[in-house]
């Protein structure tokens, strides 16, 4: 829809012309041709929505040296380890990102749910 609206402007049709024969706003097609001048594409900017992450270069480095040091380290001791504490879904999180997994209830090793046991019945 983008490239329809720049051709018609390269023919010389104006804002309120584009508008009505594609059913846009005019505020819309003026908005698509000012952000392609301004950047030279037509594709929309979404790397710059969201959250930015808290996992910076220095963090990354820090983190890897943290697991080399310590691989049995609890989500919980590496969080603290920062250089600012991060909770465990967070730590989860980065390391999963890392390629670095851990269970979540090492002791009992159970990767399952527990099985319910039958009630005796009352008869017997």
């Known amino acids: 829809m983008r490239q329809r609206i720049i051709h018609l402007y390269d023919q010389g049709k104006s804002t309120r012309e584009i508008s009505e024969f594609l059913g846009f706003c005019v505020a819309a097609v003026r ?53 600012r504490p991060f909770r465990t879904s967070t730590m989860d999180l980065w390391l999963r990102k890392l390629g670095w997994a851990f269970k979540k209830n090492a002791a009992r090793r159970r990767t399952g749910p527990r099985r319910r046991r039958r009630k005796k019945s009352a008869l017997a």
Do not use: N
Not at 37 to 43: A, D, E, S
Not at 50 to 65: E, F, N, P, S, V
């Open 31 to 83: 908005r698509v041709r000012q952000q392609f001048k301004q950047r030279g594409t037509l594709q929309p900017q979404t790397h710059l929505c969201g959250r930015k992450t808290l996992l910076t270069a220095q963090r990354q480095i820090r983190l890897q040296q943290l697991v080399a040091a310590q691989p049995d380290a609890t989500l919980a001791e590496l969080g603290a380890r920062l250089d």
